[in-house]
């Protein structure tokens, strides 16, 4: 089954608004919005959630103040400073300590190490993920509470969902709105993927992050293509880019030119290739073109 992740090395390049467009053009495929921490491709599309489920990444402590003798051994051993000593008092003791649940990383010392069997360590529902429909086919996305861990673990969840959804229509193309940067959810996105796409734009930063993921693509032999996004701001360092990437054996696709088209369509909240016939559009038809000729 095909599948294309579309990733950049920061944010701001420009890289949901090309997925948009792309869903758009391919009308009928599976999308799946893999940037958790601040999905935004809903926006676009306006998905209709048919499926909502819960999202639990790990565990969280907390001390049952009934149970606590106000040792300290748990505050001692915790390397968070997730512990404090304002909790509840409980007839033996006037106060007790108490987890801080946005500061606890779940590592469970507290609970190995107390001698009174005082602390609980329950499953954390960190955030929730759904199973939607779109004007250009079904969508899988999630969104992690603010400040919750385990986001490579929710990215790899709303992945599987994506591909069994594919899978069950016979094969049709799965396109991944996946997360700037290199870290943990973006390795769960392009991890297995047929292609990457990844998304630039002509700056300096832009091209020091597009070489990051460059080399993470490579890490794991992913074929890659190149897009420079808004390349009208500094066409030097746009043929810099391209060349840089080429000669490491990415795919080069159509420049998108700096066009307010794009801005009048986040407006609207539809996809640029919807609004017309703009410089924007036809690079972006052009790009998709290129795309389609090369998925396997």
Not at 144 to 158: E, F, I, Q
Request: hydrophobic content about 40%; overall charge neutral; charged content about 20%.
């Amino acid at each position: 089954m095909p599948e294309l992740v579309v990733i950049s090395g920061k944010g701001g390049t420009g890289k949901t608004s090309l997925v948009a467009s792309f869903a758009v053009l391919a009308r009928q495929l599976v999308l799946a919005d893999c940037d958790v921490d601040a999905a935004d491709l809903h926006l676009v599309l306006e998905p209709r959630v048919h499926r909502r489920e819960a999202f639990t990444g790990g565990k969280k402590a907390r001390i049952k103040p009934g149970h606590c003798t106000a040792c300290g051994k748990c505050e001692e051993l915790c390397r968070f400073e997730a512990i404090f000593f304002d909790g509840p008092g409980n007839g033996p003791v006037p106060r007790t300590f108490r987890i801080e649940p946005s500061a606890c990383e779940g590592c469970g010392v507290c609970v190995h190490f107390c001698q009174e069997k005082a602390i609980e360590f329950n499953p954390s529902v960190d955030g929730e993920w759904y199973v939607s429909e779109t004007r250009c086919g079904p969508m899988v996305h999630a969104q992690l509470h603010p400040g919750a861990g385990n986001s490579g673990k929710l990215v790899t969840l709303v992945r599987s969902e994506a591909q069994r959804i594919s899978k069950q229509r016979g094969g049709s193309l799965t396109l991944v709105d996946g997360s700037p940067g290199i870290g943990c959810p973006v390795i769960a996105s392009i991890t297995g993927a047929s292609r990457i796409l990844a998304v630039t734009e002509p700056t300096l930063s832009g091209e020091h992050d597009l070489d990051r993921v460059l080399r993470l693509a490579r890490h794991f032999s992913l074929p890659t293509a190149v897009c420079v996004n808004k390349w009208t701001l500094n066409a030097d360092i746009a043929e810099r880019i391209e060349k840089r990437a080429g000669s490491d054996g990415a795919l080069i696709l159509p420049r998108v030119p700096y066009d307010p088209a794009i801005t009048e369509a986040q407006r609207k909240g539809v996809a640029v290739v919807e609004l017309g016939d703009s410089p924007a559009s036809q690079a972006i038809r052009q790009g998709w073109s290129v795309l389609c000729q090369n998925l396997s």
